[in-house]
């Protein structure tokens, strides 16, 4: 690594040992791992909860030898059990699974006939061993108008921090799921992005950048050890996409910012990789036959909740190229015709079902932030079009953008979505990807917002569960310095994003998002100090859109 003095930002980290050393140390430490939870070492999980189902899934380590990634070990049969009670006096589903090399001794289990709304205990028991036990939660069946409330995450770089955010929403007893919107793991070496910052409180195995199936298997296996990442698998069922760093860093539909085919090899054999170790350690409910690797997804919650789960990341175009690391955009690139987020495809699969859809609530979950930010205020479109036509169209195209990885890359497709939203209500966004919190309405048209104030949906933005912010970084390197950025972002959306109705751009976190029929509240819960292993996790803020208002307003915390 780089010399602390000295720091350097960097397309990938730097790492001493190579790749070889790399693995070794994750195999260095894998028998005393072994011993402690042969052969369950990695828990339990389950996902996707339907009104009458719900996956689940753990892995079987069948031999010291059949560590993640290894590809060796035989099939294991693997007897699993559903229950109403905790102690397993009342089963009420059973069965057998296999556990082989194809899926890394990973089981998918989707089990169905159960009752909606139903908390349940299952567990799995496998060459003589028992598994731990997991609880899970299914839907609410159409109809029910009971409320619905999701713990929502993403970005969990372990190198950078702890995961307290887990530990928290794991010892919530009152979630439906949790929705988790990308980044489950990273590819970097250690370090990450920025050489030699910080000082990591730990590295994940395998110690270099990862590129191959057998790294990203050997990834999620080490996540998975995580304490906090089993105990929130163990308490709630999740629904999870992934976004960029299941595979690398600003991934496209043709590569990455941080893929060399030249050192790294073909881009479509890496994504594959990436994609389908997700698949492997991830209680994902698979929905088409003919696309093994689709994530793209919809899921009911009685009355109250429609959620439409997307993939920004495998059909995408590339992205304007920005000034550094995604940031910083002069131009007018983002407002090409052809740039495209989701496929068209995936577009008509949204608006058409969000449309059609009588839930109370139509929810995206929805990896990167789809709210308008720009970095200079414009003239208000009703005052531009008194210019003529030519200069009105040149006055409302943004030419100074803060970020254009995100949907701010892609103008012309957001817009078809805003317009597709315009005409239906109560249409809420979640999103992670930037590391950041932020409260936004959606207007229906950025460059008249600033007099007409029409906002056609809102979107709540969960911070990094341990993966800091460009605030963060900075003040790595120099303490203070990213105090004084985050101000000057806070400044810069106050005075040109009126839309931007919170904004925290320093503390890891999460968000729970509550449901009811008169309203969605979305409370923050932020890290005190992300170097901490045990530290604490406080109450940040609530925001809330009442049903039919398309608007933000501030909220009180919930008592419950």
């Avoid at 629904?239 to 910012?257: C, K, L, R, Y």
């Amino acid at each position: 690594m780089s010399d602390i003095s000295t720091p350097r930002l960097t397309r990938r980290g730097l790492v001493a040992a190579g790749m070889g050393s790399g693995l070794a140390l994750a195999l260095a430490r894998w028998p005393e791992v072994y011993a402690a939870g042969a052969p369950f070492v990695h828990g339990v999980a389950s996902g996707d909860p339907l009104p009458d189902g719900v996956v689940l899934w753990t892995r079987v380590t069948p031999s010291i030898e059949a560590s993640p990634g290894s590809g060796v070990g035989p099939a294991v049969s693997v007897t699993w059990e559903v229950a109403k009670d905790p102690a397993f006096h009342q089963v009420v589903k059973q069965g057998v699974a296999s556990a082989t090399t194809d899926h890394d001794h990973t089981v998918h289990v989707d089990v169905t006939g159960l009752a909606p709304a139903t908390t349940y205990w299952y567990r799995f028991s496998a060459l003589g061993a028992t598994s731990r036990v997991g609880r899970t939660r299914t839907a609410p069946a159409l109809g029910s108008s009971t409320p619905v409330r999701f713990g929502v995450v993403s970005c969990a770089n372990y190198d950078w921090g702890w995961f307290v955010p887990y530990k928290f929403l794991a010892a919530r007893n009152d979630l439906d799921a949790v929705l988790h919107l990308g980044d489950y793991i990273y590819e970097y070496a250690p370090g990450g992005v920025l050489a030699g910052y910080p000082k990591n409180p730990r590295n994940a195995d395998p110690r270099h950048e990862i590129t191959t199936l057998a790294d990203y298997r050997i990834r999620h296996g080490c996540y998975k050890q995580e304490q906090h990442l089993q105990d929130l698998h163990a308490a709630h069922p999740m629904i999870a996409v992934w976004d960029d760093h299941e595979i690398a860093n600003d991934t496209w539909a043709e590569g990455a910012e941080n893929h060399d085919p030249a050192t790294e090899g073909d881009w479509a054999t890496r994504a594959s990789a990436g994609r389908h170790a997700f698949l492997d350690w991830l209680p994902v409910r698979h929905t088409d036959p003919n696309d093994w690797i689709r994530i793209t997804r919809r899921l009911r919650f009685g009355d109250q909740v429609d959620l439409f789960l997307l993939d920004e990341r495998r059909f995408r175009t590339k992205t304007p190229k920005s000034l550094l690391l995604g940031y910083g955009y002069l131009g007018t690139a983002s407002s090409n015709p052809s740039a495209d987020m989701i496929g068209s495809d995936q577009e008509h699969w949204l608006i058409s079902g969000v449309k059609a859809s009588n839930a109370r609530w139509k929810v995206w979950g929805n990896q990167m932030p789809f709210f308008p930010q720009v970095l200079l205020g414009q003239l208000p479109g009703q005052v531009t079009q008194l210019l003529g036509p030519k200069l009105a169209a040149l006055l409302d195209t943004p030419i100074a953008q803060l970020y254009v990885e995100d949907w701010n890359g892609f103008l012309q497709q957001r817009q078809r979505l805003v317009d597709g939203m315009a005409g239906v209500d109560n249409v809420v966004v979640l999103t992670g990807d930037v590391h950041q919190s932020f409260a936004s309405e959606i207007p229906a048209k950025p460059n008249k917002y600033l007099l007409d104030r029409k906002s056609v949906a809102v979107e709540f933005v969960t911070p990094g569960v341990a993966s800091p912010s460009v605030q963060s970084m900075v003040n790595q390197v120099a303490p203070g310095v990213g105090n004084v950025l985050d101000t000057l972002l806070s400044t810069n959306n106050a005075l040109a994003n009126p839309w931007i109705k919170y904004s925290e751009g320093l503390r890891t976190g999460c968000m729970v998002v509550d449901f009811t029929q008169q309203r969605v509240q979305t409370d923050w819960f932020l890290v005190d100090n992300i170097n901490s292993p045990t530290s604490g996790i406080s109450y940040a803020a609530s925001w809330q859109t009442t049903a039919g208002s398309r608007r933000l307003t501030k909220a009180a915390k919930r008592l419950t």
